[in-house]
């Protein structure tokens, strides 16, 4: 599953399959939100992932006038969507058994559904845009 969140409206569109994610994926959420006509400049952030850098998503942003802004490595905590996949996690992986690959799909589908509805309340914070800044970080020695 890959998605994007809309961080003002808490929107969510998702690309979803049975195989890998890649490339061609990452194009096809690209036309998804392109799609949209939100009326405004559509800035999608995006952490390292090799298919993502690739030539081919690069020339489709730039083709449907989408700024893809890369976050630093290993800072998951500064990607809305990773916030919500944590989220995900919680709700439909941790202690929990699928009898099967169709049920453990409807359960996260379910789950992504309910993101505006039951779950709107415990994500309000979780995908808050508030940051915390340091202009000057001090170490002290131990």
């Given at each position: ?44 952030f ?5 298919y ?32 919500l ?49 340091f ?8």
């Amino acid at each position: 599953m890959l998605g994007a969140i809309n961080a003002i409206t808490q929107e969510l569109v998702t690309v979803t399959n049975d195989a890998y994610i890649n490339a061609e994926s990452v194009c096809v959420l690209l036309d998804k939100l392109h799609n949209l006509n939100l009326g405004v400049p559509i800035t999608l952030f995006l952490d390292n992932a090799r298919y993502q850098h690739c030539a081919l998503v690069i020339e489709k942003a730039v083709s449907l006038q989408i700024e893809l802004c890369f976050l630093p490595s290993y800072s998951p905590n500064l990607n809305l969507i990773e916030r919500l996949w944590k989220f995900v996690k919680k709700k439909c992986l941790y202690s929990k058994y699928y009898p099967d690959f169709h049920a453990f799909k409807t359960a996260i589908n379910d789950c992504l559904e309910q993101t505006s509805t039951t779950h709107k309340t415990e994500l309000k914070s979780l995908l808050s845009l508030r940051f915390q800044t340091f202009e000057k970080t001090q170490f002290s020695s131990v």
